[in-house]
């Protein structure tokens, strides 16, 4: 009911069509979240290869594996979704210039995020946290930001970088 009186208001006072995420703009990015869907990405390859080593998977264990393989899968999506709006909403003609191979950056983050989406070989992971990293350092360089390569503290533990902000 309340959805059909806006919609009539709107056909007689014609307002303007307004949309959402970053179209204000907010200018609020950072890749810290596609960094760490890449590593959740890794850390569920992980688990899900620790039920493939298993003899027998029990009724739980197949059902552990379902929820391993759906967010694996979720997270690879989350991957290709934080690395797009930093791409297309934040990169500009100066950063483009800047970072001269964003575009094929961006590109290859997208394919690999695929490929994980679709196996469940740790290599795969580890190459999306290596492009999603070198698209951090390219974000924090066209902020004019130092980085620095640590070992993340939990599991799995890989290398992440991170913005010098001290």
Known sequence: MLHNLMKKLDQK????????????PCKIYDPMSAQLAALT?????????????KDEL????????????????EHAFKVKEEVRIIWGDYFKQP??????????????????????????????GEALLV???EFAEAFWKAKGVDTFTATCPYPPAENVVYPKLG
Not at 13 to 24: G, N, P, R, V
Not at 58 to 72: M, Y
């Open 13 to 24: 006072l014609d307002f303007s069509t307004a949309s959402a995420h970053c179209d204000i």
């Open 41 to 53: 990405v890794i850390r569920l390859l992980d688990l899900i290869q620790e039920l493939a080593d």
């Open 58 to 73: 029990t009724l739980a264990d197949q059902a552990q594996l379902s929820r391993l393989i759906a967010q694996k899968e």
């Open 95 to 124: 950063q483009f210039e800047q970072i001269p191979n964003a575009h094929e950056l961006t590109h290859n983050i997208m394919l690999q995020a695929s490929k994980c989406k679709q196996h469940i070989d740790r290599t795969h």
């Open 131 to 133: 492009l999603v990293n």
